[in-house]
């Protein structure tokens, strides 16, 4: 097992990757931005290294930066994690030109399946069901004009080299195709530095899962059945959950043959995900394959007893697999809810800022995934995810009461959050239902705006009667919060004093 | 009693109240209000409100007061009782940037007439793109920004007049 090895991430993920390595007796070390200098992720590593301006192209994205980083700490491995540099072929080959080992899938495969483009003709070629589309390497309007006619609106703009939505536009008719396109090329060369799009048949009302599939260096692959993540806000996911409502014992046993088969088919090590489309009919089609660890890994965890994380390390020494296919099984149901610095009743439009105040919930089956402390600042730079929150139960009923009221003992203040928007999605009579589909949020919270009256009035209340004790001091106020600790202080340190 | 202002949305809400004993007294507007309320520390208080309590937590900032009751979070701008309740919310002749990104595009120039709801200027935050759109009919009289500018949440970065014919 590896002695040191490099977290080349922050947030949520960071910290769950070092905790990972301190399973492992694996020496974390943490990088950071001028904005993160006081984040939890530096707080928890052995050492870390500062990379330089809160601009990601100036820190989590300069693959020269990290490699030094990696190099002068003496690190043997680097983890990518999700987002930033973790889906980028050049990042995985520069770290294993740099003689240190990449916690990934090979290159080759992050290639492959990274360009959804290629992925798309790889996996149609090994008989598995793709959705109808076009892609072409020539941004030509006409061309796309004439494809999508063929297709039919609505339809969809998708990012080649994308993930995550970014990069992604519904099209409704040929009209708005000019300006959805070139959104989508800018929003993607902004992103991920490749402009290329492609263009998707839209699927009505359809649902998103995803196999988790997990391969090793001896020719094993398996995988640890489905997560469903219909419920998304800008082709983003909010919840995510598993065992699907929407999966018979007979589609699940088919969609994780093809997961496999996908995963065979590219030449993967390491841990990915197959994503599926399911359409009304129950039909799946091969949508795309994430090449790192996914955000809502922990809902699989919980429910298979596996730790990915602690596996793909192992995995990465050479060790074979530690689970054979017939002896996983699915137990009681576990559901995340990604709690972002997002305005919920103002379009979910991103925050940053001071968190003020923070309590996390406890309890019997929760679970909580934080990248965030009291008293330092959500930056503006990054993707605003704060934390997950995820809770297990024997089955999905108390799995969602459970997190509806770990969510109601969520407290963040000073930015706002997705925290009480999700607990009245998790109470709906659709979300019961198991009425997930990918047009959740549009269809049945559209005009949603917080608490109630009456939950207003409570809190003019106690926010009159609070208020006046801040002029005599008893209340934390921002500038209390931000008085700095020992650690915050000592800045950019480094234990062991390796260079 | 103790007098609050707060701004909430458009309008302010005085909040009178007054806490003897554990027994709070409280008046909204015509709503009045008694009750049991135990200060818990700093910022965390159980309020009883028809036999339930409700855990709630309150934090000031630069004028905002944000408090939260059982999990669910309000914003509130405290105003001053000698402050003039002048005019409130966002001007309707400009464009600014709901939160701190940088200018990607910007679709109008000045002298140009403009719908309401045309696109004036994209803003990338968040790694997201964000059209902004103009508030109303009229002609673009101001333009703030330029391609490629970082801009700060709430400075007004396209001014439109009312169009005069």
């Given at each position: 097992m590896f002695k040191r090895v490099l977290v080349a991430n922050r947030g949520e993920i960071a910290v769950r990757i070092i905790r990972a390595c301190r399973t492992l007796g694996i020496s974390p070390v943490a990088v950071y931005s001028e904005a993160d200098a006081q984040a939890l992720h530096v707080r928890l590593a052995d050492t870390a290294v500062l990379l330089g301006a809160p601009e990601p192209g100036e820190s989590y994205l300069a693959i020269d930066k990290l490699i030094d980083a990696a190099k002068k700490t003496g690190c043997e491995a680097v983890h990518p994690g999700y987002?930033?540099?973790?889906?980028?072929a050049a990042f995985a080959r520069a770290v294993i030109e740099a003689g240190l080992t990449w916690i990934g899938p090979p290159p080759e495969a992050i290639d492959l399946l990274g360009d959804k483009v290629a992925s798309r003709v790889t996996m149609a070629k090994a008989g598995i069901p793709v959705i109808p589309g076009f892609s072409s390497g020539e941004p030509d309007l006409e061309v796309f004009r004439a494809e999508a006619k063929k297709i039919g609106y609505p339809l969809l703009i998708k990012a080649a080299?994308?993930?995550?939505?970014?990069?992604m536009r519904i099209v409704?008719?040929?009209?708005?195709m000019e300006e959805a396109i070139s959104g989508a090329m800018r929003e993607a060369q902004g992103a991920f530095g490749d402009s290329r799009v492609f263009l998707e048949k839209w699927v009505e009302q359809p649902r998103h899962v995803e196999f988790q599939i997990f391969a090793d260096t001896h020719g094993e692959a398996i995988h640890l059945f489905e997560r469903e993540c219909?419920?998304?806000r800008r082709h983003q996911k909010v919840v995510e959950e598993t065992?699907?409502?929407?999966?018979t014992p007979q589609l699940r046993k088919e969609m994780g043959e093809a997961a496999v088969a996908t995963a065979k088919a590219a030449g993967y090590v390491n841990a990915g995900t197959v994503e599926f489309l399911l359409d009304k009919n129950g039909k799946f089609y091969f949508l795309e394959v994430n090449t790192r660890i996914q955000v809502e890994h922990p809902v699989t965890e919980e429910v298979v007893g596996v730790d990915l994380v602690a596996e793909q390390f192992r995995v990465t020494s050479g060790?074979?697999?530690?689970?054979?296919q017939d002896e996983l099984r699915q137990r009681g149901h576990a559901i995340e809810a990604r709690i972002y610095a997002e305005d919920p009743a103002a379009g979910f439009l991103p925050a940053a800022g001071p968190l003020l105040y923070l309590e996390e919930p406890r309890g019997p089956g929760i679970r909580v995934e934080s990248g965030v402390i009291e008293g330092v600042g959500v930056p503006v730079?990054?993707?605003?995810i704060m934390a997950k929150v995820i809770a297990w139960g024997p089955d999905r009923l108390s799995a969602a009461r459970r997190l509806i009221l770990a969510l109601e003992h969520y407290v963040a203040l000073g930015v706002p959050t997705t925290a009480s928007f999700l607990r009245d999605v998790l109470a709906s009579e659709p979300f019961a239902r198991g009425?997930?589909?990918?047009?959740f949020i549009d269809r049945h919270f559209k005009n949603w705006s917080g608490g109630t009256e009456k939950d207003k009035q409570t809190a003019l209340i106690v926010a009159a009667v609070m208020s006046q004790q801040a002029k005599t001091g008893k209340i934390r106020t921002a500038q209390t919060a931000a008085i700095p600790t020992p650690w915050e202080i000592l800045g950019s340190w480094r234990i062991g004093g390796r260079q | 009693m103790n007098t609050k202002n707060f701004r909430v949305g458009g309008e302010i809400l005085t909040v009178k109240t007054e806490l003897r004993g554990g027994i709070l007294n409280a008046e909204i507007g015509s709503s009045i209000l008694q009750t049991a309320f135990q200060q818990l520390g700093q910022s965390e208080a159980l309020i009883t409100i028809e036999g339930k309590a409700h855990r709630t937590v309150v934090v000031t900032d630069q004028g905002k007061v944000w408090a939260a009751v059982d999990g669910r979070v309000f914003v509130f701008e405290e105003v001053n009782a000698?402050?003039?309740f002048g005019a409130v919310g966002a001007n309707e002749n400009s464009v600014a940037a709901p939160?701190?990104?940088?200018?990607?595009?910007?679709?109008v120039a000045v002298g140009d007439l403009v719908e309401e709801g045309q696109p004036v200027l994209i803003v990338e935050a968040m790694k997201m793109e964000h059209t902004l759109r103009a508030?109303?009919?009229?002609?673009?009289?101001?333009l703030q920004c330029v391609d490629g500018q970082q801009v700060e949440a709430g400075v007004p970065l396209v001014e439109i007049a009312m169009k005069e014919n």
């Open positions: 987002g930033f540099l973790a889906e980028r080299a994308g993930g995550g939505g970014k990069g409704q008719e040929p009209s708005a219909s419920i998304q065992p699907s409502v929407a999966l060790e074979r697999l530690s689970w054979r730079h990054y993707d605003p009425e997930t589909q990918t047009d | 000698d402050e003039e939160m701190p990104g940088k200018v990607i595009k910007v679709m508030p109303r009919k009229g002609t673009v009289i101001a």
